[in-house]
Structure formats: structure tokens, C-alpha cells
């Protein structure tokens, strides 16, 4: 279960600006980043054209239902997917184990340069994340507790 964390406005503008700054760098049509529970949390460049609900919901269910089969193979997480359509191309990726980070783009991109600067913008989300989670002073923002699974918790009661 993730800690909860608060969002403040600053934040939110960072975050919103990286997601900005990623779009024009990869050159793609549309930027999401999406918590695990299929909450859209910021967006850029067309993303108006989709179903952002919808995409957000199906995202984190697939990302979900890969984590999954991941476990089935002996695999800890898959933390990068990709589908390649014939005109646009979709790469996600989990962030700091906590938000998902959807690329949307077509051929005058391509799936190296969005894989360069998703690394690159995925550093960033990961301070800012860690910064908030810092900042709200929650329980469970303690870095001892940082470290503890989901699978840790489980593996207490079987």
C-alpha cells in the first residue's frame, strides 16, 4: 500500500512543467502521469484529444495485470511497456514505484529518444516525489519505512 501524500500546488506546477518539457524533448503528442490507482495527476501536450478517465483507469489496470504476470515468471515488477501501433505508440513506465508515466507518440519520434528523455524525466519525478512525500510529514514518510513492500507485509501473515 502506497503512502499517501499531498500534492501542493508548487508541486503540481513542477510537475506539470517537466511533463511539458518531456513532450516537446521527445517529441510526442501527449504526456500523462497516472498513480497506481488510476488517478490522473498532471498532463501535457494533446491530451485533451483522449479520454484522459479512461486512459488513466486502463493504464493502471495494465500496468496492474503486468505486475502480475511479472510475479508468474519469477520477475520482481516490469517497470517499462511499449505498444507499437501503425500511426501512435504508447510507452509507460513506473516512477519511483509509485505513479505511472504514459508517452504518447507517433513516427516523427522515436522509441530511443522517448526512452532517453523518460529516463532523464523519471529522475526528476522521483525527487519530486520524494520531496512531497518528505514535506507532508505522514506517517510512513519516514525513509525506514521507504524500504517495505507490499510483499514484505504479505509474507508477515502467511
Keep these: 500500500m502506497a503512502v499517501p501524500t499531498i500534492m501542493k500546488e508548487n508541486h503540481f506546477q513542477i510537475m506539470s512543467d517537466i511533463c511539458a518539457s518531456l513532450c516537446r524533448d521527445a517529441n510526442a503528442r501527449a504526456i500523462y502521469v497516472i498513480d497506481k490507482n488510476g488517478q490522473l495527476i498532471a498532463t501535457a501536450g494533446e491530451s485533451e484529444r483522449f479520454d484522459s478517465t479512461a486512459m488513466a483507469s486502463l493504464v493502471a489496470g495494465e500496468m496492474a495485470a503486468t505486475g502480475g504476470l511479472a510475479k508468474l515468471i519469477g520477475e520482481k515488477d516490469f517497470n517499462v511497456l511499449f505498444h507499437e501501433g501503425v500511426n501512435d505508440h504508447v510507452h509507460i513506465s513506473l516512477v519511483a514505484n509509485r505513479v505511472i508515466l504514459v508517452v504518447i507518440f507517433d513516427n516523427r519520434s522515436s522509441l530511443g529518444l ?27 514518510a519516514n525513509p525506514v519505512f521507504s524500504e517495505i513492500t507490499e510483499q514484505d507485509i504479505d509474507s508477515l501473515f502467511e
Design 114 to 140: 522517448v526512452r532517453l528523455r523518460v529516463k532523464r524525466v523519471s529522475a526528476e519525478l522521483t525527487e519530486i516525489f520524494e520531496r512531497m512525500l518528505h514535506e507532508s510529514g505522514l506517517p510512513g
